[in-house]
């Protein structure tokens, strides 16, 4: 049956809103870490006010769902701990690196998941995803090579370096919640993780000795937004429409996300783009396309953070 104009537009509208407001991400977490709250504790408190809207989702859809074994269910630890570790090392990032360049390095976990996907599961990826996993590296040696010229950032190769572990971290996640999904609706998975991952962000928070608080207001008004836009309507619009839109539209589409964070934090963290990062920026970017586009994996489309 042919679709109307609003189903074809709309899923792409949803993937194109999603990924520019879970851009935002970066920017929200660093205005609060500004109002004196501490890195760990933005993190936990990003997942924790999440928390109850997953799980009234999860109530009720509970009739639909799969029930999985007993022992299943601790499974569900491996990449409720990954996806923390991801926002744990991100978040760090912040404090060294730009808000921008931290995303954009983020995302090269699309290339580890491809890596991944073929040396652990045995799953196939086109000439397209080694031509962009090429170029995606010669992009991040680029970036890495010029990190000390960035004006605005005060230990760039440090901040850097955590944001790529952090791809690590988000590429973990996504290859075990791939394996621990069979078992599992995407709700039970999604609740699970933002619950695991909330606690693992908390006992970090209380180790470091953070402030769980800002100074005033306002500080909790980014974490709020930060928890309702990118956490939950960001990724709900993505995930909602992901499988509504080819493949090659969504990795195109998803760039968007590390684009939009530069341009924030030019506007808002007085984080100016700078004119050398162009040519290994858009290496990378253009290597995440072609990853995306060449992979065989769906979870490799999901946007990062």
Known sequence: MQRTPA??????LAIVIGALIIGFAAILSKLAMREGMGTMAVATWRTGFSIPVFCTLLLLTRAKSTTASGRSIWWLLIPGVAFALDLLTWHAAFQYTTAGMATLLANVSVILVGIGGWWLLGERVGWRWWLGAFLALLGVVGLMAGSEAISSAPRPVLGNALALITALCYASYLLSARVVRSGHSTIELMTAVVVISTLVLA???????????????????????????????????????VGRVPAALVAVALLLQPVGTAIWGDLFLNEPLRWTDALPGALVLTGIALARMGSGTKSSLNASN
């Open 7 to 12: 189903e074809r537009w709309l899923p792409m």
């Open 203 to 241: 006992i970090a928070t209380v180790i470091k000795g953070e402030s769980w608080t800002p100074h005033n207001s306002t500080g909790w008004w980014w974490v709020i937004l930060l928890a309702i836009g990118p956490q939950i309507t960001g990724q709900g619009l993505i995930i909602w429409a």
